[in-house]
Every structure is written in structure tokens, then in C-alpha cells.
T-cell receptor
Framework: DAKTTQPPSMDCAEGRAANLPCNHSTISGNEYVYWYRQIHSQGPQYIIHGLKNNETNEMASLIITEDRKSSTLILPHATLRDTAVYYCIVRPNQAGTALIFGKGTTLSVSS | EPEVTQTPSHQVTQMGQEVILRCVPISNHLYFYWYRQILGQKVEFLVSFYNNEISEKSEIFDDQFSVERPDGSNFTLKIRSTKLEDSAMYFC????????????FGPGTRLTVL
């Protein structure tokens, strides 16, 4: 089973920041936090990952709490095309390790 | 930007028939994966493949499934005798190497078993 807890759904107005929370209270020291998203029935798309420091890339920012028991994915200016299911996944940084998907958060961005 | 590609995009087959789903991973990637997603359900891991052998598989990946890398570019999933419950989206993914962790997914093949 997935080791993360996410709200089933969230809404966001276009142009506003979308903040998606994730709880991973049983995360181990060698496990990373990954975020993927799935738009409609397309293949999951990698967004960002981190171990303990906050991370930012062209798509999003990832804020990980100091105790690493939770994190927040931030889409700074959500657009309609960001409407998707967002998955928070914890896994060790080992080659071959499968991604275990939960139900994720369905983010609906509206104009 | 390099992409994982999958063919066909949609496959319809009769129960009991064999199907082969094809994937072309990103060219310099070394680790390959198959996942499936039954309509309305979670994405589920099936198998990972490295150095011409299976490195990990789930309980879903039973004897009716097999994977192969027949040449330097293709990665295939074979289902020997399809069942109705095999109807799903099948996603291929690839990963570059041991110390780069991102898995890149293809667009999927929708398998419909009648």
C-alpha cells in the first residue's frame, strides 16, 4: 500500500498558487519524496522530487518539513492545463525500485 | 525532448488470444518498467527489467505475462492468453541509470479484451 496520505480533491482558481499537501509520517531516512501527475488517462508525468531540502524546478516547488513527515507541492500559477491527479510517492533512491501509486489528489483548476 | 513511445495506442483482442504491447524507451536509458491502470483504479506496477533480466515483479505479473528486449530499442510485454480482467491501460516507463531516479512514462496502450 502507498505510504502517503493526500486529500482526494482540491480546487484552485486559474492564476493562483496551488498548494497540494502530502503526509508521509513513516518515511525512512533513505526515502525520497516524488511527485508525479496524470492528466486524464495519459502516462504519469514526473514533476519534482526531494530528500530533505526544498526543491524548485520549472514546473513546481517542493517544500519538505524539517521532520520530513509531510511535504507540499506548489504550482505557483496554476493554469487549466494543470488539472490532473497528483501523486505523492515515497521511495528509496535505488535503481529498479517500482513506483507505488496511491489514489492521489485530483486538482481542478477553473477560470 | 526524448520520449518513451508505445504502440499500438489501442488494441482490441478476443479473450484467450495472445497480445504483444510494444515500447521504445528513451535511448540511453537502462531500466525499463511496465505498469497498468484498470479504468478508474490506481496505477499498478507490473515488472522492472535491467540488463536483460527481470529485477522486480509484482504479484500481478504471473506466468501469463512475459517481457523481452528483443533488440537494442524495443521493450515488449506479452500476455499469453488474455482474460477480460486484463483490459486496462498499460504504461511503459524507463529510467536512465542507477543514480538518476526519474521514471519517464509513455502515453500508454489501451487494451480491450472482449
Amino acid at each position: 500500500d502507498a505510504k502517503t496520505t493526500q486529500p482526494p480533491s482540491m480546487d484552485c482558481a486559474e492564476g493562483r498558487a496551488a498548494n497540494l499537501p502530502c503526509n508521509h509520517s513513516t518515511i525512512s531516512g533513505n526515502e525520497y519524496v516524488y511527485w508525479y501527475r496524470q492528466i486524464h488517462s495519459q502516462g504519469p508525468q514526473y514533476i519534482i522530487h526531494g530528500l530533505k531540502n526544498n526543491e524548485t524546478n520549472e514546473m513546481a516547488s517542493l517544500i519538505i518539513t524539517e521532520d520530513r513527515k509531510s511535504s507540499t507541492l506548489i504550482l505557483p500559477h496554476a493554469t487549466l492545463r494543470d488539472t490532473a491527479v497528483y501523486y505523492c510517492i515515497v521511495r528509496p533512491n535505488q535503481a529498479g525500485t517500482a513506483l507505488i501509486f496511491g489514489k492521489g489528489t485530483t486538482l481542478s483548476v477553473s477560470s | 525532448e526524448p520520449e518513451v513511445t508505445q504502440t499500438p495506442s489501442h488494441q482490441v483482442t478476443q479473450m484467450g488470444q495472445e497480445v504483444i504491447l510494444r515500447c521504445v524507451p528513451i535511448s540511453n536509458h537502462l531500466y525499463f518498467y511496465w505498469y497498468r491502470q484498470i479504468l478508474g483504479q490506481k496505477v499498478e506496477f507490473l515488472v522492472s527489467f535491467y540488463n536483460n533480466e527481470i529485477s522486480e515483479k509484482s504479484e500481478i505479473f504471473d506466468d501469463q505475462f512475459s517481457v523481452e528486449r528483443p533488440d537494442g530499442s524495443n521493450f515488449t510485454l506479452k500476455i499469453r492468453s488474455t482474460k477480460l480482467e486484463d483490459s486496462a491501460m498499460y504504461f511503459c516507463a524507463s529510467r536512465q541509470g542507477e543514480f538518476t531516479d526519474t521514471q519517464y512514462f509513455g502515453p500508454g496502450t489501451r487494451l480491450t479484451v472482449l
